[in-house]
């Protein structure tokens, strides 16, 4: 069978890709050291949420392999997949479950961040939006999802060691190049997410990280100071 080595991961998903990953790493790492590494944490999650927007609306107007709708998870796609016959470019229908499960956590843990607090010294940007009661519980959430988010790693990354022993197909290669080796009637090569659809998913991004920041939000009215009553 002929192949041919087609472009098939744009460089705003590979960098969103490597991106992602470092910095759930720094926020696991800094969560876990507490005390003052949780300015960091913070700013780390701040970042999170500006990938995450990038990345939604790049499922839309980037290039073909990265859009959502070329690899949605149906019950069609997925039995396919089972059978052995699934021929298709990018995630395939069982990737494309753990793809759409890590972002959709990773949502929820920085959406629950933004409102939460440690009862120390560490408050959410939006915490003043919520009631207290309401933070705890978002707070409780959000350190519990931690375990769900490290078990989908982990199945991710065993997905990946399959692919690379057993059938061959080095994925990380292609994340990291953007080029995969495929049949000649596999696909054609991406195309789409030039430069004006790259600028309006950042300035998207951008957007998201100011609103999640709270920088909008009106500072907290000073105490008024008594004068002495002598």
Known sequence: MSTQRIRLWDLPTRVFHWALVLLVVASFVSGKIGG????????????????LSF??????IGSTYARFITFLPTPAAVVTYLRGQWRGL????????SVFGLLGLLAFQVGSGLFANDD???????????????????????????NLLLLLVMLHL????FYAHVKKENLVGAML??????????????????PLA??????????????????WLQ???????SAPAW
């Open 219 to 225: 500072p907290p009215a000073a105490a008024p100071v």
């Open 158 to 161: 065993a997905a990946i060691a």
């Open 120 to 146: 120390i010294a560490f408050r959410g940007p939006l915490y003043t939006l919520v009631s207290s009661g309401l933070s705890e519980r978002l707070t409780g959430w959000h350190k519990l999802s931690v």
């Open 55 to 60: 990345r939604l609306l790049w499922g839309v």
């Open 36 to 51: 003052n590494a949780m300015v960091w944490h913070g700013r780390f999650g701040l970042a999170i949420l500006g990938l």
């Open 90 to 97: 990018g995630h395939n229908p069982l990737g494309a479950l």
């Open 198 to 215: 790259f600028i309006v998913a950042l300035a998207f991004a951008v957007a998201a990280v100011y609103a999640g920041s709270g920088a």
């Open 177 to 194: 190049t953007g080029w995969k080796e495929v049949a000649d009637d596999q696909g054609p090569p991406a195309t789409g997410g030039g």
